[in-house]
Nanobody
Framework: QVYVAESGGGLVQAGGSLRLSCAAH????????MGWFRQAPGKEREFVAC????????KYAESVKGRFTISRDDDKNTVFLQMNNLTPEDTAVYYC???????????????WGQGTQVTVSS
């Protein structure tokens, strides 16, 4: 059974940084794309970033380009989201997911974590 779990959320002041981690188990980690979504109060869940398997292009939402960096360590079955220059608009529950395929495409049948709260104070 595939298991995905996030960690690293918390409270930070505007302009600060946080690093989220996501561990995935139950399948060959390096083969599949991994990503992050977020959901702010009263809003729909939105795409943040995705890292496909090696050799394909990483993708970011426009709102986080230049501030967030997604990376993966296939030896540790872990994906990271480094978030810099945070603003209160980044406040949300951040969800990690393991895609069913190797590219950053459909989230159908993806494996989702439980989410981790990120709060940015002004």
């Amino acid at each position: 059974q595939v298991y995905v779990a996030e960690s690293g959320g918390g409270l930070v002041q505007a302009g600060g940084s946080l690093r989220l981690s996501c561990a995935a188990h139950g399948r060959t980690f390096s083969v599949y794309a991994m990503g992050w979504f977020r959901q702010a109060p009263g809003k729909e869940r939105e795409f943040v970033a995705c890292v496909p398997r090696r050799g394909f292009t990483t993708k970011y939402a426009e709102s986080v380009k230049g501030r967030f960096t997604i990376s993966r360590d296939d030896d540790k079955n872990t994906v990271f989201l480094q978030m810099n220059n945070l603003t209160p608009e980044d406040t949300a529950v951040y969800y990690c997911l393991g895609y069913k395929g190797y590219e950053c495409s459909s989230t159908d049948n993806a494996y989702w974590g439980q989410g981790t709260q990120v709060t940015v104070s002004s």
